[in-house]
């Protein structure tokens, strides 16, 4: 695994990150677990997940996972800003939302409609950050966190300056190691741009079909910020769009022989195009895919350790894709 060293007396970050929004979200218990253990013994340090995942019981299973001598050499990153659902009854019919799922594949995406409209969106007061801030700990049963995020932020947030200040007296006061904001591009130009006091790590989708960032993240790369790339298949829809952009590829007499052969479809070549073409010369430092499944974990893990294109080549596709 290839890892970053960013944050000040703290573990590095391992370049692969395991996302944890489905943890006891469409992942029940015994899967979410299972999936954690693989990833922590295939040298992933980094898990990211927000107050509103798993029906507000991701950061729980997390902190139960995270106890003892694993604490120290895992980096933790929450969120803000996003409330889960309030009403207890969902939780209890979950289990039978997810049967009816795996029995038919179709009603997932009504589910996650269903499920996205119980969350309680863009609070980000200075009291809801503090409160956010000590449930959060309390339920992941640590002192600290090493990343607290801006969760899916507006742009206005930037001139909240009593916000920015209130998450800086966190970081100074030991309880975050490092703040920072997630959200679409444009928010993360803008906060590249402006550069927010106390604002030092940036998480934002980043695909086959968006990788019209890469000057601003370089940029922001060597002024010091920590770049985290989530949604690197572009979700279940997107997967069909990474195959149909690599064989575009494939055929474009464009490129170079030697690189249009080694785009020969088999089962490791879109983890290894989609992940490498993002953490490669695009000032990225780690991508979180979701990775529930342990055959997708494995093809990742594989993917970023041994991947058959040079830097050179991911250059070329990156610049190539359609």
């Not at 980000?124 to 801030?133: Q, Y």
């Amino acid at each position: 695994m290839r890892y970053v060293s960013m944050l000040a007396d703290g573990p590095d970050v391992s370049a692969l990150g395991m996302g944890c929004a489905a943890v006891l979200g469409r992942t029940g218990r015994r899967d979410s677990l299972a999936a954690l253990a693989a990833a922590w013994d295939a040298g992933i340090t980094f898990y990211d997940t927000a107050r509103s995942y798993g029906y507000g019981e991701s950061e729980r299973l997390l902190g139960e996972f995270f106890i003892g001598e694993r604490r120290q050499r895992a980096v933790l990153c929450t969120k803000f800003g996003i409330l889960p659902a309030a009403q207890n009854w969902k939780q209890k019919i979950k289990p039978l939302a997810q049967a009816a799922v795996r029995a038919f594949p179709a009603l997932r995406s009504v589910a996650q409609r269903q499920a996205s409209s119980q969350l309680v969106a863009g609070k980000f007061s200075v009291e809801m950050l503090k409160t956010s801030l000590d449930t959060s700990l309390r339920t992941l049963r640590m002192e600290y966190v090493d990343m607290l995020l801006l969760h899916a932020a507006p742009i206005s947030v930037l001139a909240q300056e009593d916000l920015l200040d209130a998450l800086q007296r966190l970081v100074e006061a030991g309880k975050v190691r490092m703040a920072g904001i997630s959200g679409e591009q444009e928010v993360i130009a803008a906060s590249f741009a402006q550069c927010p006091r106390g604002l030092k790590t940036a998480q934002f989708a980043m695909n086959l079909s968006h990788m019209g960032f890469t000057e601003e993240t370089e940029k922001a790369a060597r002024d010091g910020w920590l770049l985290v790339a989530n949604h690197p298949f572009g979700g279940p829809a997107g997967v069909d769009e990474c195959r149909r952009r690599i064989e575009a590829m494939r055929e474009d007499l464009a490129l170079p022989t030697e690189l249009r052969e080694k785009l020969t479809q088999d089962a490791q070549l879109m983890p290894e195009v989609v992940l490498n073409t993002i953490l490669s010369g695009t000032g990225v430092h780690a991508v979180i895919p979701a990775m529930m499944q342990l055959n997708h974990l494995r093809d990742n893990v594989q993917a970023v350790e041994r991947c058959r294109f040079t830097a050179e080549e991911l250059a070329l596709l990156r610049a190539a894709m359609p």
